[in-house]
């Protein structure tokens, strides 16, 4: 049980840090991509035989700034809202049943997130809702759900939503979708 249970932390901690990465990554492409611009020399010379070349300055609206203390304050500032942005999975990917009602289950509110946070779970062959938790505080868990549907033995792929709420306990701050194999033995 204890290996199992380094196996589903080892597998969220790799989880996290992906999304964790892929987030930052998607953040500095973006910052490039808004402040890329496309410079024209601006010269004024004279070419030898009396004629002056003149060239224009260029410049693309969408450009957030050139100076370099102002781009790495909104790449710092993009990054901490990326961190911040993160969740971090603690779960098993498949919930047990015996009579297709009552599941076995572990999904958990990490302490390492930011945020309380509420799990819905779906059937995805009719996308009928299965379960909805209530509020999981940091560092809780539910090892126990009752669906909503009653399922026939059998093996069944489900999605589990995680919501993270704000304070205010109304306003989801992220969410994230992952796979769960329901089984009805």
Do not use: W
């Amino acid at each position: 049980m204890d290996k199992e249970k380094k196996t589903n932390n080892r597998l969220a901690i790799i989880l996290a840090s992906v999304v964790g990465i892929l987030l930052i990554a998607t953040i500095v492409v973006l910052v490039i991509v808004l402040t890329k611009t496309r410079y024209q020399n601006v010269t004024d010379t004279s070419n030898g035989n009396g004629q002056t070349q003149s060239n224009v300055i260029g410049y693309e609206a969408n450009v957030v700034t050139t100076d370099e203390e102002t781009l790495q304050k909104l790449v710092d500032e993009m990054v901490s809202k990326a961190a911040e942005g993160t969740m971090a999975l603690e779960m098993k990917t498949e919930a047990v049943s015996s009579d297709g009602t009552n599941f076995d289950c572990y999904i958990a509110n990490s302490v390492s997130n930011n945020y309380d946070m509420f799990v819905v779970i779906y059937l995805d062959e009719t996308q009928e809702e299965l379960y909805r938790s209530g509020l999981i505080p940091l560092g809780s868990r539910i090892e126990k759900f009752t669906s909503s549907v009653k399922l026939s033995p059998g093996t069944y792929v489900g999605t589990i939503v995680y919501n993270q709420v704000e304070d205010d306990q109304a306003t989801i701050h992220s969410q994230v979708n992952i796979g769960l194999q329901l089984i009805v033995q």
